[in-house]
């Protein structure tokens, strides 16, 4: 969630100088985001998403605010779910939208595994250390698929922004923050999908606490458009009218400046 895409220049310049300080990382794990991931499982169906999707209903409330006290009383549903997914790894014969909702309800089920993991805390970001792309919170592999072990910047980074051409993933993938977007009281389903994440757009850009997009030529918007500009910018759109497009009121101008908000990492937690 933290990773910041880089120009093909900066990501050379890093290369060479994580090569040169091979020795003093010992087992490197840079290089690992430079290559794509995609684990499959030949002969697999979708599975059933009603068991995260109950537990949403559960626990997450119109705000998209979870309780995580309770949910960790009852979080052995939680990982038995967990476990189907650990298990039933998607192929080629699944629809491409049953394969994307597969993997943003195993990012989103996985990260409220590790808070319940870590619970009580303030914020996600305290349950790892604070080297990017070596141990933080999003770093760590906990995660397991089949008999490999992954971290969450494995199947946001490697997997899920590669291999899906979606932007509105990054309405839909929810880091237990306060500046995430809202955590849906539902499963992804593949049958839903496209309706779904159009939901969490809109949801998201109008949301006056993550974007502010009044006065028109000076707009403040969410710092997830800073971390993952590219990902707005393919063809001919743009992050200008990403924002017109879901918004539901103001209208920011083509050639605005943008101005990214602080982001607030307190925990996504019910009060």
Known sequence: MNLKPL????????????????????????LRYLRDLNPTMPGTKPISQE???ALLKKYVDEQGMVNYRAFRADSSKLNAYLTTVSNTLPNE??????????????????????????YPVKSI???????????????????????????????????????????????????????CPKLRREAYVGSRLNQQLEDQARDFINDPAKNKLAPANAPQVSEIFNFYPGDFKKGDNTIQKTLN???????????????????NWALNEQK
Not at 15 to 22: D, G, I, K, S
Not at 154 to 172: G, P
């Open 125 to 179: 970001r305290q349950l790892g250390g604070d080297k990017t792309l070596v141990n933080t919170v999003w770093d760590q592999r906990f995660i397991r698929l089949d008999k490999e072990k992954y971290s969450l910047n494995d199947l946001e980074q490697r997997l899920i922004r590669r291999k899906f051409n979606e932007y509105r993933v990054h309405f839909a993938l929810v880091c237990a923050a306060m500046s």
């Open 93 to 118: 014969q699944w629809s491409q939208n049953d394969q994307l909702a597969y993997w943003l309800n195993a990012y989103n089920a996985f990260t409220i595994q590790r808070v319940l993991r870590g």
């Open 7 to 30: 120009s093909i220049y900066s990501s050379r310049l890093i290369v060479l100088a994580l090569l040169l300080t091979w020795p003093l990382l010992g087992s490197c794990q840079y």
């Open 51 to 53: 068991p995260f999707d």
């Open 245 to 263: 497009k879901y918004s539901a009121g103001p209208k920011v101008a083509a050639d605005a400046p943008l101005k990214y908000l602080t982001y």
